[in-house]
């Protein structure tokens, strides 16, 4: 093998990074300048404020209608569909027997 592999070109010790881990999440800024008031702008369009007020509207009228039954009268409304849907194993018998 190369010189490249031989244990003797690795570093000892612990690794040294550039910056301390708390430094790298701290923002930057600048002493000499005052800081402006930001105006907040809307960036969504008309299309995507009327998208988000029919789902609103949506949401609104599935909580509505969930609300008017209670759990119990939903099961019973669920086991009543199931007893009229046809059983799905029963095979009619074709032939003589």
């Known amino acids: 093998m190369s010189d490249a592999y031989d244990y003797g070109v690795a570093r ?4 040294k990074l550039a910056k301390k881990k708390k430094d790298l999440f701290k923002k930057k800024t600048k002493k000499n300048k005052e800081a402006k008031p930001v105006i907040a702008r809307e960036r969504r369009t008309d299309a995507e404020k ?9 949401k ?3 909580i509505d209608k969930m609300a008017e039954k209670s759990y119990r009268e939903r099961v019973k409304d669920f086991n009543e569909k199931l007893e009229r849907a046809p059983e799905h194993n029963d095979m009619p018998k074709v032939g003589p027997g």
Do not use: N
């Open 60 to 62: 609104m009228e599935r």
């Open 12 to 15: 000892s010790g612990p690794l």
């Open 50 to 58: 009327r998208h988000e007020d029919i789902l609103k509207k949506r």
